[in-house]
């Protein structure tokens, strides 16, 4: 299910790469909180609590939009312990009260069973979240009129998409934001339908967390 709209009021957000320099354009943002998590956890460990709404300024300083709309998609991790399920409570308190909407999936689990030693383990993974991303994606462009989008994942499975995007609304301006490891396998099939991309570095990323 999409997620409501809501009219943003005016808001100038620090420089950046090249968008369109339009005062009124319009900046829609999407998180893929797992994909982006791991990837920036291999960045660096101790880089766990980012502030995506202070990052995003910071990624477009010195450009001014209409509406910036940030939306964070992640899954509820009610089959970790109650530590882990604390911290994920915290850590999306934290990004609602910055202006960030958090759009919640579920894991699911399913038995694995090992070829070589017969062994059935229950393994736990993300549903729906990247089907809500893509059609937060498709819909923001196409049907709200949304200028620009940044969307943080490295997640091939987006690919058909951002194609239906290029071909249909080829003036909006698409970057994919993730770490240059997460990037380097898709770099290629990006730049083969003219999408550019945003390295995240441990100095930048580290810059903006919650305190």
């Not at 766990?48 to 990052?55: E, S, T």
């Not at 499975?157 to 990037?183: C, H, M, N, Q, W």
């Amino acid at each position: 299910m999409r997620l409501a709209r809501t009219q943003s009021p005016p808001a100038v957000y620090p420089p950046g790469f090249n968008f369109k320099w339009e005062s009124l354009a319009r900046l829609l943002v999407l998180i893929d909180g797992l994909n982006t998590f791991h990837a920036i956890k291999n960045l660096c460990a101790d880089i766990v609590n980012v502030d995506f709404a202070a990052l995003v300024k910071t990624l477009n300083r010195n450009l001014s939009f209409q509406q910036v709309e940030i939306i964070y998609f992640t899954a509820r991790v009610e089959h970790l312990d109650s530590r882990s399920r604390k911290v994920q409570f915290d850590y999306l308190e934290n990004l609602r009260a910055s202006g960030v909407k958090v759009s919640l999936s579920e894991f699911r689990s399913h038995l694995e069973q090992c070829f070589t030693c017969g062994v059935t383990t229950r393994r736990y993974s993300e549903k729906k979240t990247d089907v809500a991303i893509a059609s937060e994606l498709v819909a923001g462009v196409l049907v709200d009129g949304f200028d620009d989008v940044l969307l943080f994942s490295a997640d091939s499975d987006f690919f058909p998409a951002l194609e239906l995007i290029r071909t249909r609304a080829p003036r909006a301006g698409v970057k994919v934001v993730s770490t240059a490891k997460y990037l380097r396998p898709i770099h290629g099939a990006l730049t083969k339908i003219g999408l550019g991309t945003i390295r995240l570095s441990p100095e930048l990323v580290s810059r903006h967390q919650f305190s």
